[in-house]
Every structure is written in structure tokens, then in C-alpha cells.
């Protein structure tokens, strides 16, 4: 809860949207202006998708050493929102290979802030397991007219280099943060010592975030970032990305009134994602794979808060409209040795065309109780604008058309109740979602998690969820416990279904499946997470975490964590703060049989880091699974082993 507390106090100074509305479940500060602890042994240098492992309700799936795809609530991509300042952007790969959380790098952002469940920010649409908001660094108007931070890192297994540089400057009527930072590794050694390959990649990252004040209270602000990923191995894919391209700007006016704030903000991205199997040997056939998204959108947030001040009953109150549209193409060239090149398209063009509108209330009722009321109302447009594609997909569903369109909602609602030490809070929601483009409309996407070619269903229900969540938590001075646990009970639960009349494309695929509902299904999460300051120097964190997903004949859904813990204790003495770290999963029983997945084992390792403050230079060190054992996890695609032991050094200056 501290941390919320920083980060208000970071983006007072330009935000105009009370943090209070935004109940965020958990905030992580990536930076700040290097007073607040950063979660990440590897502070700035740590790679966004470490930052993300950090969060309580968030695990990794891992296709390679790059570009990991976020789960929250043991939910993917497709029940989760991932936002950038609230922009959308919708990735460019039909494989996953690009979540939108690769398009910027750890010095681009101030915070990552998580919403668990159907709760979700203003400008999360489809979001049932979360909302993720990826907030930019903003040093804001009257800050430190000037900072340059300067970092550098390295990692001996798989020699990975991370560079960056950026400068903040601010002024009474202007802003600026700007920064350049690369990243790049070679493939990596599992436990053990053998090489893994095809994990190597590299990357690029610019970004400028710029504010000017027109009046005492219009501003005027604008983003621009610019990742391009190249030579990106998959070991757990059959094919590599050769190029993985975002460019993302945005341009936003806000205005205070003597009572609210109001934010209109247009954007525009471009994703471009190559992949490239060239590099691979005994590739039977050759494929060209290339996909493009572009969103253009808008979104306009009202704040405004009322109350009583005798008493300390107040609403915090946000409206939200937003509006975007999406055109995501993807298609593919086959070339079978001697014979003529084979055309597929994958993704048939959709122009997605969604708009939505938001309200938040916040209301405090006194000093110990709180309730809070969440709930969006969006309909959608889906257009198939290439006629190859439409009519590809159109011989399996003879009565599909070329235009689609879904309303979609969530609510939401949570009590809050505060007494001596402890807290206690209950809530509900219900919400729903559209079928992805892939569910509806993908058209023979292999998939190397199961060994399927999957294809689309234009005829699939909308996917909803209820949820109900619970949490209680009591501290003291030394010592802290809290207790989270919430569930969803799906109805028409979107997953894929073997489908024995039709053969696959793809060479050593083992058939066809095609989305489509199930009839209900459950996930269900409860973690347990405890603070103990054994002494003034020594500390232990400490964290578990049991889940369960079952499907509608009572069968395990794929994916779900088995359980898992963290400890962690941390001694400080003057400028050094060392932390020794013991993290594991039990064997995975209830794995998916039926969805493809194999058993993962238990595994435990052991990692040692240390930060040293050394006026402007911080230092930090570490080893990761010190025992170099061999393991991976249930989210590692394919059980792809993870990284050996791992000696790394960051060096960061902060002028
Ligand atoms: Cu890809």
C-alpha cells in the first residue's frame, strides 16, 4: 500500500486523476527518481517481464528468453487488458510471440499498475481476469529541472548487455523525458550447462514523453516510442522473428476545472512482426509469416470529487468514453521444395471498430468503510476486409458473413471495512468478452503447445464470467499476514475443440481444432502472503499460492500454476541491502491431459543478490539459481528450460 501512496505523490504534479479512483490492487514502481525501492533485485535494468513476475497476481509464459506474455489470475492475453497510459494496442503475431508488454522497455515507464479482475481501469475493455496499465515515466511541470540517469548491465549466461540513457527536464511551463536503450543477448545455458538454443535476441528502444502548459490549467502533452526487436529466438516455437516493430505516439489535452479534471487523449500504433524460420535446420517446408496492427483510438476521462467535509464520506467519481479501431492482417507463404509456393491468409484483414463508455465511484463512508462501483458498457464492429481470407474461412462455416458485431459489459462492486489492525474486503462482478480475432477468425494457426492446427468460429458466444474475491489482512508493528483469494464461474468458455473431420496444414500437426464455448467452467486462486521485521536489519517476506481451473466435465484447464511459494530474507546495513531468496512450485498433478499439456515437475532454487549505494552510483549484483539446477516451469512453453546459473552486475548513475 505504500507504494500507491509514492506514486500519487509522483504524478500529482501533472495528473489530474485522483489515484483513489483508480483502486489499483497492486502498483509496482519501476522508477522514481530513485528514492522509492524498487521491487526488482536488477532494478531499471531488469527487463520489463521480470518487473511483471513481481506483481502478486501475475506468472510468465515464457516462449524464449524475450517477449514473455503476462497471465493474471491464471488467465491469458485474451481475458486480460494491457494497456500503455490507457492506449490500446493489440499485438501483431499470430503465435504470441509479441504481447504488447514487448513494445516498451523498463526505462520508458514509472509504474505498472494491476487491476485484478472484472474491476478494471477506466479504459480495459474484455478485461475478466485483469487489467494491466502500463504508465509512462512523466517527471511532470516544477520538478528537477534536470536528471540523467545512466545504466548499464550485464549477465554472464548468455552474455546479456543492457545499455540505456535518459534525461528528464523540467520547467514551470514545460516538460521533456527522453531516453535510448538497448538490450541484447545471446542463447542462454540451462541448468546443468547446456546450451539452449535459438534464445538469443536483441532490441531497441527511443522514447520521448513531452508536456507544455498552456494555460494555469490546460496542458498539453504527447508520447512517442519506437522498439524494434530483431534476430529473436523461439526455442520453444518452430520459427524465430527476424523483425518485431512498435511505433507508438499519442497526443493529449487536459484541463482542470476548479472541481474535476478532464483528459482527452488521441493515439496511433503501428506494430509490424516477421518471423523467420531460415535459421532453423531440417525446416521441411519454408513459411513466411508476417503480421500487421495498427490502432487508432481516443479515450476522454472525467474526474470529479464531492463529499461531505465534516464527516469524511466522499465520492471520487471517473467517466470514461473511449473508441478505437483495429486492422490486424496476417498471412502466410509456404514454400514446399520444387513445387509452387503455397498463399494462406491467417488473419483476414479485421477492422475492429470498438467504443465504450465507463463509470467508477469511489465512495468513502466513513473512516473505516469503503465501498467501490465500477462498470462499462462497450459494443463492437468486426469487419473481414480481405476477401481471400473471408472466403477461405467461409467453406467451413457456410453461413458466416463479412460484418460482426457484440456488446460487451462488466460491473463490479467491493466493500471495504477497516478495524483496529486489520482489513477486510468482499466483492463482486460479472462481465463479459468478445472472441479474440484468433478465436473468431484465425484460419489454421498451428499451435506448438498441443501439436494443432487451430482455426477461428464466427458463430462463438461471448465468453462471461462471475466473479467473487475476498480479502483480509492484519498487521502490527512487526509483523503482517494477508489472505487473498477470489473465483470465476465462466459461462461459454472459450477454448479449442478437436475437430476429427478436418486434416491439418501444418507438417507433423496432429489435427484440427476449432473454437468454441464450453458450457461452464471454473478458475480459482487463494494466496497467502506475510511480512516479518525480525530485527531492525533483517527482514522475511514470504508468499504462497494455490490455484485451480477445471472445465465443464470437471477436467483440469491448461495452464493453471500449481502451487507455489517465495521466501525471502533481506538484511540492511548502512548503504547494502542483500537479499537471499528461496522460490519454487510443487510437481504440476492437476495438469490439462485433454488441452495438450504434459506434467511439469517440482522444483526449488536459490537466488543471492545485493544492492550497494554508493552516492549517485548504485550497484547492484547478484546470483540467480545458485545451484545451477535444471528445471522449468508449467508456463514455460513446451517445458523449455529456464536459465542456469546466472551471475549478473548492473551498474546505474543518476546525475
Ligand atoms: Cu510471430
Known sequence: MLETVLLTSVLLA??????????????????????????????????????????RNVNMVRRGSYAWEPVVNNMQTERLSTTIDGMKIFYACTDKMDPVTSYVESGNLQSISLNSGLDGNPQATGNIGGSLD?????????????????SAGHEWNGHLQVYGADAAFSGRRAYLNTGV????????????????????????????????????????ESTVIFDRATDVGYPALNMDVSKAQGFITSLSFKHRFSKAGWETKAYYNHIIHIMDDTTRPDVAIHMDMPGDSRTTGLYSLLTTSFGDYESSYQHDIAVNYDLYYNRLFADMTMYPGGAAPMYMVTWPDVGTLNTGLAVTDNVSIDERQSLRLSGKL??????????????????????????????????????????????FSIGSGWGSRAPSVTEAYGYYLNNTFDQYDYMGNPHLSNESAFELNSQFSIQNSEFSISVDANVFFFKDYIIGHLDPRLSAMTVGAEGVKVYGNLDHATIANVSLTADWQITGNLAWNGKFSYSHGSDDEGDPLPLISPIAWRSRLQYNYHRLLSELEVRGNARQKNYAVKYGETETSAWNIVNLSAVYQLSVLSIRAGIENLFDKKYSSYSDWNNIPQKGRNIFLNLTVEL
Request: net charge neutral; proline share 2%; with cysteine.
Open 181 to 220: 536503450f538497448s538490450r541484447a543477448a545471446d542463447c542462454y545455458q540451462e541448468g546443468g550447462g547446456q546450451l539452449l538454443n535459438y534464445s538469443q535476441f536483441s532490441k531497441v528502444n527511443l522514447f520521448a514523453n513531452a508536456g507544455v502548459r498552456l494555460t494555469d490549467t490546460d496542458v498539453l
Open 134 to 150: 502500463l504508465k509512462l515515466r512523466k517527471i511532470g511541470f516544477e520538478a528537477n529541472p534536470r536528471q540523467i540517469n545512466l
Open 14 to 55: 501533472d495528473s489530474l486523476v485522483p489515484d483513489k479512483v483508480q483502486n489499483l490492487d497492486e502498483v509496482l514502481i519501476v522508477s522514481y527518481e530513485g528514492r522509492a525501492k524498487q521491487r526488482s533485485v536488477k532494478g531499471q535494468v531488469a527487463s520489463i517481464d521480470e518487473h511483471l513476475g513481481e506483481l
Open 378 to 423: 462497450a459494443w463492437q464492429q468486426q469487419r473481414l476486409n480481405n476477401e481471400e481470407g473471408y472466403s477461405g474461412q467461409k467453406v467451413f462455416f457456410p453461413l458466416m458473413t463479412d460484418s460482426y458485431h457484440q456488446t460487451t459489459g462488466r460491473i463490479a462492486a467491493s466493500y471495504q471495512f477497516s478495524i483496529f489492525n486489520s482489513q
